[in-house]
């Protein structure tokens, strides 16, 4: 059986994937061996695949209810700009996507994520 953190992660990966193909009208591949990053997302405005790394978001009541991300891969490192494009935090049915920074945690209040990060759940494509 599946241990919970890996099925918290796979239905959050799911989530990106679906807000991204739904909202936004990108096509989303799942390499077939493991990589750094989750999947690939293809823009079909620009033709561009961007590598992309899922992370479930938390919220933390002692930062003042900020939203938060631990970007670190398995041996405690933050993800660089080498190894993926974007990362997507998922908090239930709301994602958010922004470019990767090489930092370990990236936070943010819900006032600055409207107007610093790209909130995929609220996104309707006019191809869609």
């Not at 405690?76 to 080498?82: A, I, L, R, V």
């Amino acid at each position: 059986m599946a241990h919970e953190t890996q099925i918290t992660g796979a239905i959050s990966e799911l989530t990106a994937a679906k807000a991204l193909m739904e909202g936004m009208g990108w096509e989303v591949s799942k390499p077939l061996v493991p990589e750094v990053y989750d999947f690939l997302a293809r823009d079909p405005a620009n033709g561009k695949a961007y590598r992309i790394q899922v992370k479930t978001l938390r919220i933390r009541a002692d930062r003042d209810n900020a939203l938060v991300i631990y970007a670190r891969k398995g041996n405690g490192k933050p993800y660089t700009k080498e190894e993926i494009d974007y990362i997507v935090g998922v908090d239930g049915n709301r994602a958010f996507m922004f470019e990767c920074e090489n930092l370990s945690e990236y936070w943010s209040t819900e006032q600055t994520a409207k107007k610093r990060w790209i909130e995929l759940s609220n996104i309707k494509s006019e191809a869609v």
